[in-house]
């Protein structure tokens, strides 16, 4: 399959531990996306890259988070000293961008299923 | 900044019966998407609206798009129980055609046919 696909699917972890998840996206995407979404609640952007320059990033990304792409393929988010707050599902999503076609772009963006992070 | 609200936030319907879940956003975009969510899962996108007028059909849901009034509709037609879920509209902050990044969502409506 050829979908977006992350890793861990499920993690537990006590709070004040380090976390890392990992988002590989549809293989010709050029664009990840990050975002973190709670329980009742839509989609929150975290940030995104154009294949391997992070382009924006939102005030909800403390400096415990950091995000990379390094070869404009897989990227990683990892959290540090989690918080009990840091509990949500971390969805990555690909999307394709060709500058050539700016106009007609979509603008889809293809989710993974997501990786659920319990702080305990 | 893009703000997305969406309306109702919970629908609970008969099967059979027809409504309707309205998204309105708050600054320019001319691209609007509706995804759906069930429990535990990850999000599929149902429809991409590109344009002001832009109406879709699939099966029983038909998305429309007035960038004129900012508002985009969801309308469920004789509703079955396989379409309980929750619905997101997301917005992408875009104008004349050139976009601008990422797409802001709403809150959801968790859609809950009975029968």
């Known amino acids: 399959d050829t979908g977006v696909s992350q890793d861990p699917r499920h993690k537990i972890t006590k709070r004040g531990q380090n976390v890392t998840f990992r988002c590989d996206p549809i293989s010709e995407h050029n664009r990840l996306y990050w975002y973190r979404q709670t329980l009742g609640q839509g989609p929150e952007f975290l940030t995104y890259f154009q294949n391997e320059a992070q382009l924006e990033k939102s005030r909800l990304l403390s400096d415990r988070f950091s995000a990379e792409r390094p070869k404009g393929s897989f990227s990683t988010l990892e959290i540090q000293r989690t918080e009990q707050g840091d509990s949500a599902m971390y969805l990555c999503?690909?999307?394709?961008?060709?500058?050539?076609?700016?106009?007609?772009?979509?603008?889809?963006?293809?989710f993974g299923e997501g990786s659920r992070l319990t702080v305990l | 900044e893009l703000k997305v609200e969406q309306n109702p936030l919970f629908l609970s319907m008969q099967e059979g019966k027809n409504y309707t879940i309205y998204c309105n956003y708050s600054t320019t975009s001319d691209r609007l998407y509706w995804y759906r969510q069930d429990p535990g899962k990850s999000l599929e996108s149902l429809f991409v609206?590109?344009?002001?007028?832009a109406v879709k059909q699939e099966g029983r849901l038909m998305a429309s798009l007035d960038t004129k009034a900012r508002l985009s509709t969801l309308h469920i037609t004789a509703a079955v129980h396989d379409l309980s879920a929750t619905y997101f509209c997301a917005a992408l902050w875009s104008a004349g055609g050139t976009s601008y990044g990422k797409l802001t969502f709403g809150q959801g409506t968790i859609l809950t046919v009975h029968p």
């Open positions: 609206l590109l344009s002001n007028g």
């Open positions: 999503a690909s999307s394709l961008l060709r500058v050539a076609d700016r106009l007609t772009n979509t603008g889809e963006l293809f």
